[in-house]
């Protein structure tokens, strides 16, 4: 396996004599952060280079060591397929001295991280998946799921949609274990809501031609047609529904997983009026600006996803943890030292991380902005609602999460 | 319209019964070299050449031996991937018997495919796999067992026969081997035998054989599905061994390696196949940081192997000592 | 409101007309595949990356050159095609004489080469192409919204499946064409340039592929697997077809296209596997094709 190495405080173990006794507790005299996620295909924007480049910013802004031991920082590609990530796992784990896995987009993947992780008793923070099952029936003692999850994205966008007078909905959904939870979470939101779902259609996952479906979403006369789908698949479904005159006849699309950086490939012509939920933006409030504009300056001017915000946040906290505890080797304590702690950057603000490994904080609806809205690059969204950290997510008691009896 | 790639001289040699010395001396120094190589190398990079040697030798057997090329073969792989991981995790059977049922499904499977795809031949027949698998990569996507894009994970490695526990990952490498050895030698068995003579005589001359009074499609039927057990038992091992059967074994891109594999090691050799997988593994696994580079690599040695080298690595060995390898 | 088997009569006209759509790639495609087939005895894998290249010539063309839609609908084909002649010429002009099989090994690797050289020049999310001016909007035709751009599809592509026909079919250099898929080595002896006729056959083949790549770019997002999966529903429709017939092939693209759009209603679950169906049950029953001969 090659993967590139930086090393960000090298050689510095022997100068710092003093620092000798704690470092004996860290395995390999050294700290290993392994980046692992998609850095070529569908969710290289979201993820990719970004996230390895927010590590880098957390470890920078940590100082460079714990307790003077020097943490490097590694990354691999996944190419989205499970069986890869988990090679790249188990030999990271095994071979190449890695202590924490981040990121991984790809709720198949994660699943599969999550695994392993538990297996060789490491740690593992989310960011950039998606399923909720990583802290419900999956959960593990040895991760942590930073950003966002299925629940939180449905909770958000479905009830403020029914909130605001949608109250019929037709489903889009890539038929995949993905898009059923997607469009069962959101189906259950709406009908709590008090709104009604008329319909839905199954398409296959990576579908190139979406007229069919969007003509019978047309047909069902729903005021709003929720795309339970993601990446490609929804970029189509959107650019077709404008074909197809949807919009202009009086539908509203929902996006139930979108990105800044999906809007920003979809351009404010086409994605205007979306309604999205995220748990980032990077012009909430002057910390945020701040941090994104040192990220932006490093990423030719790209402005940070929430999973790269999530990343930089979650090793943010884990060295934070490290210090606390002075050792690496056991994962599990790693975890419930992180789990004890409570959570303060500059990025999500203070919050706290619960028994099943979900990290609380604000979830923000957004509209997208019309073109005429927008004063300047990245300019996209308009804030409608905040969902407080205790509304935002799914609550303990239904994730059926062994670790939470 | 089968595949040649042995000289005709070479091809009369292996008409003995019983194999040839040469063959046993082979099998033998590759014994030697599997039972030393977990003191150097990885061993789960050595079981992922072991599961993908033996699907290798299988797929071998149709298109070196019979002269049907299988552009399907990840159907039977992939296949056999889900039922062990399904048998093991859901229905919590032991690794031996829930890797036997996945052979036994991917057999079925076969028999029902070999059944359609034997009506018609060659550039057909590569097709109508193709297409057959594509059909079926379908089917698991949407299927409530499978997971979808999740694919099984977690699946147990468990207890071999109640006993042996296979978490350890050089314990397992001997079960492999021994798996993979078993594989080998039954189709080393059935290349020798008076039944891979006449398969032999199908890829020659079909028209003949048959005026000789054999029920070819009978024939190629059997060694179908031959080959497609053969490839779940390998599915199937490796869905234990790495605790995970996904989408990525049933895909078409697969079926492509495993072409790939028998073609750079050699078509119709007895030990091109192992050669072509440690390759292709290999260089999967060195090449993995390149990401999507590896499909360019390996389209190219496509081209390279077809254009220039078409016996293949041992094959090529083959011509140079004179005998067939 | 009318109803067939639940389904309201709009909707279904609706979904027919849309099968009739995604028919017109299926044609355009097998189409390709068949003429090559004719004459060089190789199933082209290639034919899939080369629609994708149509689509990327088109996108190229446009920003990198200034050069719209319509001249992308006439320099595209001529480009790609070009470079299948010289894949011809440099590739598969060495297979003379060999297992057709090697020609199929060939082209799958050369696909593979071609998708991933794609890939690391323009990623994988895929590129927009916009609908040309002239045939933005649409219109209502009572049971459904019909894009202007989605009728033209239909329109050209059926065009250019029946010149294609009538070429073959009806003039002298079809006759050629013809003959020599029958007995290369007569048709040499009589002065026509047999080596020729197979490299621009090939050229043409992979045109038609790169043609039905520039319709569907402002469809379909412009990105390098677009073709990949698509070729394998193709080699099903050929398969179905068989080979023997072009009228046969554009046919029966057509007709799985509509099979497909009915399926899309009916049981969406089953649209992408139904196509396959219907393959295993003509190889039941009819195992040379739909318009095949034995072979």
């Known amino acids: ?157 479905g009830s403020a949609i029914v909130q605001t007078g949608g109250d019929s909905w037709f489903f889009l959904t890539a038929d995949y274990a993905f898009g059923h939870a997607l469009e069962r979470d959101t189906a259950a939101v709406v009908t709590k809501n008090g709104g009604k779902v008329l319909g839905a259609v199954r398409h296959p996952l990576n579908n190139p031609d979406f007229s069919s479906y969007l003509l019978q979403a047309q047909g069902s006369k729903a005021k709003i047609i929720g795309l339970a789908n993601a990446g490609g698949d929804t970029i189509n479904s959107i650019k077709q529904a404008a074909e197809f005159g949807i919009v202009a006849g009086g539908q509203n699309l929902a996006g139930l997983l979108v990105f800044i950086s999906d809007v920003h490939g979809l351009g404010l012509q086409t994605a205007q009026g979306l309604i999205l939920t995220e748990s980032f933006y990077w012009d909430l409030n002057d910390s945020t600006r701040a941090w994104s504009k040192r990220f932006a300056e490093r990423m030719n001017g790209r402005v940070p996803t929430m999973v790269q915000a999530g990343v930089y946040a979650a090793v943010t906290h884990y060295l934070k943890a490290l210090d606390a505890l002075g050792a690496d080797g056991d994962g599990k304590a790693v975890v419930e030292k992180m789990k004890a702690m409570p959570t303060d950057d500059p990025l999500f603000g203070k919050g706290e991380i619960r028994k099943d490994g979900r990290k609380l904080h604000p979830m923000y609806l957004f509209e997208v902005k019309k073109p ?34 | ?147 979808g894009e999740d694919g099984i994970q977690a699946i147990p490695r468990g207890r071999l026969f109640g006993l042996i526990d296979l978490a350890n990952d050089l314990v397992m490498y001997w079960v492999v081997l021994a798996v993979f050895f078993a594989g080998f030698l039954l189709i080393y068995r059935t290349i020798h035998s008076p039944f891979g003579q006449v398969l032999k005589a199908i890829r020659e001359n079909e028209p003949r054989a048959v005026s000789l009074g054999y029920d070819t499609d009978r024939y190629k039927l059997v060694a179908f ?62 090449l993995a940081g390149l990401g999507h580079w590896v499909t360019i690599v390996q389209g190219l040695i496509f081209v390279a192997c077809v254009l220039a080298f078409r016996r293949g690595i041992v094959g090529e060995l083959a011509r140079l000592v004179g005998k067939p390898l | 409101m009318t109803e067939f088997f639940g389904i309201p009569a709009p909707v279904l006209f609706g979904q027919l007309l849309l099968g009739l759509i995604n028919g017109a790639f299926y044609a355009i495609l097998s189409l390709g595949l068949a003429v090559i087939f004719g004459l060089l005895n190789i199933i082209n894998f290639t034919h899939g990356a080369q629609y994708m290249m149509g689509a990327f010539t088109a996108w190229m063309l446009l920003n990198w050159l200034g050069l719209g839609y319509w001249w992308a609908l006439l320099l595209a084909p001529l480009l790609v095609g070009a470079s299948g002649i010289l894949i011809e010429r440099l590739l598969l002009k060495r297979l003379a004489g060999l297992d057709h099989l090697y020609g199929l090994l060939l082209t799958f690797g050369l696909a593979l080469v071609i998708q991933g050289l794609y890939r690391d020049a323009f990623g994988s999310t895929g590129l927009p192409y916009a609908i040309p001016a002239e045939l933005r909007g649409g219109q209502n035709l009572g049971f459904m919204f019909l894009p202007n751009y989605r009728a033209w599809v239909v329109v050209v592509s059926l065009a250019v499946c029946l010149a294609t026909w009538l070429v073959i079919e009806k003039t002298r250099l079809g006759s050629y064409l013809r003959a020599a898929t029958e007995n290369p080595t007569l048709v040499q002896a009589m002065g026509v340039d047999v080596p020729k006729m197979v490299t621009l056959t090939y050229g043409f083949g992979v045109a038609l592929a790169a043609f039905a790549g520039v319709l569907a770019a402002p469809i379909y997002q412009v990105s390098p697997l677009m073709g990949a999966d698509l070729i394998i529903v193709v080699f099903a429709v050929v398969v179905i077809g068989g080979m023997g017939s072009i009228l046969g092939s554009i046919v029966t693209g057509f007709g799985l296209g509509v099979i497909e759009g009915l399926t899309k209603v009916f049981w969406p679950e089953a649209s992408s596997t139904v196509i396959f169906v219907i393959m295993a049950i003509v190889l039941l029953l009819r195992p040379a094709g739909l318009f095949g001969r034995a072979g």
């Open chain 1, 1 to 157: 396996m090659r993967t590139k190495t930086t090393l960000l405080a090298a050689a510095a173990v022997l100068a710092l004599g003093q620092a000798l006794p704690a470092l004996a507790d860290f395995t390999g005299g050294k700290v290993r952060i392994g980046v692992l996620n998609d850095q070529s295909s569908l969710y290289a924007d979201i993820t990719g280079r970004g996230s390895v480049v927010a590590a880098q910013m957390a470890v920078e802004d940590f100082g460079g060591k714990v307790k003077g031991a020097p943490i490097e920082v590694t990354f691999a590609d996944h190419q989205n397929k499970p069986d890869v990530g988990s090679n790249v796992a188990r030999q990271w784990y095994d071979t190449d001295g890695v202590d924490v896995i981040v990121d991984v987009p790809t709720s198949s993947v994660a699943l599969a991280i999550n695994e392993v992780t538990r297996e060789k008793n490491k740690v593992f923070l989310v960011s950039g998946a998606a399923t909720s099952d990583l802290t419900g029936a999956k959960c593990s003692p040895n991760t942590v799921h930073w950003t966002y999850d299925t629940w939180a994205l449905a909770n958000g966008t």
């Open chain 1, 372 to 405: 005429a809205e927008s004063k300047g690059p990245w300019d996209y969204y308009k804030l409608k609602a905040t969902i407080p950290a205790d509304k935002a997510f799914r609550p303990l008691a239904e994730g059926n999460c062994p670790l939470a009896q």
């Open chain 2, 1 to 147: 319209m089968a595949v040649r790639s042995e000289p005709a001289a070479i091809r009369a040699a292996t008409g003995t019964g019983n194999g040839l010395r040469h063959h046993q001396l082979g099998m033998a120094l590759l014994a030697a070299a599997l039972v030393f190589a977990p003191l150097v190398l990885y061993p789960v990079f050595l079981m992922k050449v072991l599961c993908f040697a033996l699907f290798a030798c299988a797929f071998n057997l149709l298109v070196g031996y019979v002269g049907l090329l299988s552009f399907g073969h990840a159907a039977f792989f992939g296949t056999a991937a889900y039922a062990a991981g399904h048998a093991a995790k859901v229905w919590g059977l032991p690794p031996e018997l829930a890797v036997l049922f996945a052979t036994a499904c991917s057999a079925v499977l076969g028999l029902a495919f070999g059944w359609l795809a034997i009506r018609r031949q060659g550039i057909y027949f590569a097709m109508i796999t193709l297409a057959l698998a594509q059909m079926l990569y379908f089917f698991y996507l949407q299927a409530p067992f499978t997971g």
């Open chain 2, 225 to 286: 599905t031959l080959s497609a057990a053969l490839s779940g038992l390998a599915g199937g091992t490796k869905a234990i061994v790495f605790r995970l059967a996904s989408l990525t074994d049933v895909h078409w891109t697969m079926s492509g390696e495993v072409v790939l594999m028998a073609l750079v090691g050699g078509l119709g050799t007895v030990f091109g196949p192992i050669v072509g997988a440690a390759v292709v593994v290999s260089l999967q696994n060195y």
